[in-house]
């Protein structure tokens, strides 16, 4: 079965930077679209970042110049490398995970819901002060 382990969070001042770390395993990583999600506390979880399966990549505004996603298909490894960090990055981040096509690149770009989404990691907590 679909298992995604997000690592890499911690506290950081405000302008730091982290790398996020997402291990996929029990699925065929090469036809799978992956995404970054967050959550904010008393906020609707929000799409940060997302990567097809071709590698395009789609951002939140919010995170755009700041944030960069990539992957390792030999690995099945998603990243977040995320740079100028601001107290309102502050959340716990998730990755997602979809079979191509997927929508989560639309759903990212445009901030939709991701409700329809079925394959989550656990989080990993990210502080910014």
């Known amino acids: 079965h679909v298992q995604l382990v997000e690592s890499g969070g911690g506290s950081v001042q405000a302008g730091g930077s982290l790398r996020l770390t997402c291990a996929a395993s029990g699925f065929n990583f090469d036809n799978y679209c992956m995404g970054w999600f967050r959550r904010a506390p008393g906020k609707e979880r929000e799409g940060v970042a997302a990567?097809?399966?071709?590698?395009?990549?789609a951002y939140a505004d919010s995170v755009k110049g700041r944030f960069t996603i990539s992957k390792d298909n030999p690995k099945s490894t998603l990243y977040l490398e995320m740079s100028s960090l601001k107290p309102e990055d502050t959340a716990m981040y998730y990755c997602?995970?979809?079979?191509?096509?997927?929508?989560?690149?639309?759903?990212?770009?445009?901030?939709?819901?991701?409700?329809?989404?079925?394959?989550w990691g656990q989080g990993t907590q990210v502080t910014v002060s």
């Open positions: 997602a995970a979809e079979r191509a096509p997927s929508g989560i690149p639309v759903i990212v770009k445009y901030g939709l819901g991701s409700s329809s989404l079925n394959h």
């Open positions: 990567i097809d399966i071709d590698g395009t990549t």
